[in-house]
Each structure stands twice: as structure tokens, then as C-alpha cells.
């Protein structure tokens, strides 16, 4: 009996030792939670802003910082933001604390912004932002008249204007003389600098109700792809066929297009842009968002 009373007390003394060598192993696993919480609670004070500013045509110059007490900014080596995968430079980093590790950047649509902030510890806090790009508003102290109101109900009947180097000059007239007939004209001269091209021509597009294309020869690789654009973005093309050519490239072969026989006179450009313009009045024309 003496025997089996002693076993059982080591036994119990056994289950002890490694109930406390568990206790004591909980607590070593808790420290590093413990700083864990601590980076948390000094990184939950940085903040991501913006700022936005219509430029027109459904296009934005937009910023995107940081903010945070100057001993938080203090402690920050780079901040670097992954863009949409449409920019030609996705993932863009900042050094900059003066500025905030500001960029500056402009297009034309809202996206994620990923942003990640790496600190002198060598810690990294990352967040996302979501870019909001809003129309002005309108002045509290201007009233539209009901002639007004009823004008930003419907926008004018919008082309996307193509001409290659060869008939820029015909494509300028011709522009104009759509311009008198009461259209609204975009060209890839227009687009903004610095920004992928297919991103800003599909900002066009989506803005169009119809695309022309000046041809007087072969299509380039620059018309092919504003071509695929438009077709992408459902938008009807209508060839401009300048000069004596009698069949259309294969590429866009079938489709009805404009004789302009003579680009130099402004009868004949007149005429193409009466054709154009009746062409696009019996479209189903976009509506301006509201």
C-alpha cells in the first residue's frame, strides 16, 4: 500500500511539473503578440488621403499621400502603391517625407490603390485605398434655368476622330467642319501625356458614339489598334476614303463608308461631314451621367 501511495504521488508530482513547463511555455508565446499589437497600434495612426480634379472629358489629376504624426512620418523609409494593371508603372514608390510620400497621377477611372508603408524597424503596414473620382459639384449659387437643366440632360453626338500622319490635315478640316454641325469631336492628339495608351483612347471611346477613320492608303499598327478598341467597346466605325482608293483594306472591308475625292476643297469635306453627321444622329447616343 505504502508503494502504490508513493507511485501515485510521483505521478502527481510528474503531472504538475508539466502542467507549470506548459503554463510557463504559454507565456514565452505571448510576447512576441505582444509587440505584434504594439506595431499595430503605432501603424493604425498613418492614414491614406486623396485629392481629385476634374479636368474634363471624364478625366482626373489625382494625388494620394499619407498622413500621420510627424513622429510616425519620421519613422517611414518609403511608402510604394501598386496602381491598376493597365498602367505602363504598376507599382510606384515614394521617398519623400516632406511631400508626404506623395503621387501624383491622372486618368479616368476609380480603382483599389494597394499601398505599403515600410518603417525604418524594417516593420511593414499594408492597407488599401480606394481612388474616388467625383464631377464638381454645382455652384449653390447659381440656378439652372429649366433651358440649362434640359441641355445636360443629352450630350452632343461625340466621334472619335482617326487620321494618320499622311491626313492630319484633312482630318483637322474635316474635325472643324463636324464641330459646325453641331458634333462634339475627339482626337488622339487629345490624349493626356504620360498615361497608357490604351487606357486613355478607351476613356475616348467610352465617351463616343461613333469612330471615323480617315484612310488613303493601308492601315498603320496605330490605326489597327484604335480599330480593336473601338470594335471592343461596340462603337461603329465609318471609314472616310480619301482620294480614288475603290476598295477598303481587308481589315475593315464590308463596311459603309464616306467618298471624300477631294480633301483640299471645302465642299467636299462639307459634304463628308453632312454624311457623318446624319450617319450618327440615328445612333442610340450615350447619356452624360447624372
Known amino acids: 500500500m505504502a508503494s502504490k501511495k508513493t507511485a501515485k504521488a510521483r505521478s502527481t ?8 513547463a506548459v503554463k510557463s511555455s504559454s507565456k514565452k508565446k505571448t510576447k512576441p503578440a505582444a509587440e505584434s499589437q504594439r506595431s499595430t497600434t503605432a501603424t493604425s495612426e498613418i492614414e491614406v488621403k486623396q485629392s481629385s480634379k476634374y479636368r474634363g472629358n471624364d478625366w482626373w489629376d489625382w494625388s ?7 513622429k510616425e512620418l519620421d519613422k517611414i523609409v518609403y511608402v510604394e502603391y501598386g496602381l491598376h494593371p493597365t498602367f505602363t508603372d504598376r507599382i510606384q514608390r515614394r521617398t519623400d517625407r516632406k511631400e508626404k510620400f506623395r503621387l501624383d497621377e491622372s486618368g479616368w477611372g476609380e480603382f483599389m490603390i494597394d499601398v505599403e508603408v515600410k518603417q525604418q524597424d524594417g516593420t511593414r503596414f499594408k492597407t488599401k485605398h480606394w481612388l474616388n473620382l467625383e464631377y464638381p459639384s454645382e455652384s449653390s449659387t447659381s440656378k439652372p ?3 440649362t437643366a434640359k441641355k445636360k440632360e443629352v450630350k452632343l453626338p461625340t466621334v472619335f476622330l482617326s487620321a494618320g500622319v499622311s491626313d492630319l490635315r ?3 478640316e474635316l474635325g472643324e467642319a463636324l464641330k459646325k454641325q453641331g458634333l462634339r469631336v475627339l482626337k488622339p492628339a487629345d490624349l493626356a501625356a504620360g498615361l497608357p495608351w490604351d487606357v486613355a483612347v478607351r476613356g475616348m471611346m467610352k465617351e463616343a458614339d461613333m469612330m471615323v477613320l480617315l484612310i488613303s492608303g493601308g492601315l498603320t499598327s496605330w490605326a489597327m489598334r484604335e480599330i480593336d478598341a473601338a470594335r471592343n467597346s461596340k462603337l461603329p466605325i465609318v471609314p472616310v476614303v480619301i482620294g480614288i482608293m475603290s476598295e477598303l483594306p481587308q481589315q475593315i472591308e464590308g463596311l459603309k463608308h464616306v467618298n471624300l475625292k477631294e480633301s483640299a476643297k471645302p465642299d467636299e469635306i462639307a459634304h463628308a461631314a453632312s454624311e457623318i453627321t446624319s450617319a450618327i444622329k440615328v445612333l442610340p447616343h450615350k447619356k452624360t451621367a447624372s
Not at 508530482?13 to 507549470?20: D, I, L, N, P, S
Not at 494620394?64 to 510627424?70: F, I, Q, Y
Open 145 to 147: 434655368t429649366a433651358k
Open 170 to 172: 484633312a482630318g483637322n
Open 13 to 20: 508530482k510528474k503531472a504538475r511539473v508539466k502542467a507549470t
Open 64 to 70: 494620394v499621400w499619407v498622413e500621420a504624426p510627424a
